[in-house]
T-cell receptor, first 114, second 114 residues
Framework: AQSVTQPDIHITVSEGASLELRCNYS??????LFWYVQSPGQGLQLLLK??????LVQGIKGFEAEFKRSQSSFNLRKPSVHWSDAAEYFC????????????FGKGTKLSVKP | DAGVIQSPRHEVTEMGQEVTLRCKPI?????LFWYRQTMMRGLELLIY????????DSGMPEDRFSAKMPNASFSTLKIQPSEPRDSAVYFC????????????FGPGTRLTVL
């Protein structure tokens, strides 16, 4: 079955520290991968997406993600976290045959310590 | 652009009542998505329209749920009769059309069914 797993429900990092949020997927077709961020009381905003080509993808707000086919992973990274990055982060997967149906992970809540 | 607009932002109703959630997509977008977000199940796609036509409604939980898109600038999600287990945040999102396009989310409607 198609699925997206975000193993970490909640992560706390200190401001200025590096961040890595994990995402693993199980998908039969060629996956198209997305990371979204949700601030409290807000809708989701796209951070970055990967379809093909360079496996290291740059996104907004200084985020990047690396697609590793052999590990079925698409981890999100940021070298230095800011207090404003505190939010919930969602990994999602889709494919050309999915007609727009994205499967979302359960999310990882990020807290930032001053 | 004002972004995706949803109304109401909060809805509290009693079990058995009809609930109508409204969405105005971004002008020029051809695809519209309705999602439901709960703590238990995360973010789930309910239905997806393309050019006002429902493409995939496999996520609609049961016959009590219905969605319409009478024109390119308006969609409704109706629950009749509502039940306490329908309590969730309902998001509307729109995109230019292809599944690879970024989905822009509205702020959501928080529904509480007593």
């Amino acid at each position: 079955a198609q699925s997206v797993t975000q193993p970490d429900i909640h992560i706390t990092v200190s401001e200025g520290a590096s961040l890595e949020l994990r995402c693993n997927y199980s998908y039969g077709a060629t996956p198209y991968l997305f990371w979204y961020v949700q601030s409290p009381g807000q809708g989701l905003q796209l951070l970055l997406k990967y379809f093909s080509g360079d496996t290291l993808v740059q996104g907004i707000k200084g985020f990047e993600a690396e697609f590793k086919r052999s590990q079925s992973s698409f981890n999100l990274r940021k070298p230095s976290v800011h207090w404003s990055d505190a939010a919930e982060y969602f990994c999602a997967v889709g494919s050309r045959g999915s007609q727009g149906n994205l499967i979302f992970g359960k999310g990882t809540k990020l807290s930032v310590k001053p | 652009d004002a972004g995706v607009i949803q109304s109401p932002r909060h809805e509290v109703t009693e079990m058995g009542q009809e609930v109508t959630l409204r969405c105005k997509p971004i002008s020029g977008h051809n695809s519209l998505f309705w999602y439901r977000q709960t703590m238990m199940r995360g973010l789930e796609l309910l239905i997806y329209f393309n050019n006002n036509v429902p493409i995939d409604d496999s996520g609609m939980p049961e016959d009590r749920f219905s969605a319409k898109m009478p024109n390119a600038s308006f969609s409704t999600l109706k629950i009749q009769p509502s039940e306490p287990r329908d309590s969730a945040v309902y998001f509307c999102a729109s995109s230019l059309g292809d599944f690879t396009d970024t989905q822009y989310f509205g702020p959501g409607t928080r529904l509480t069914v007593l």
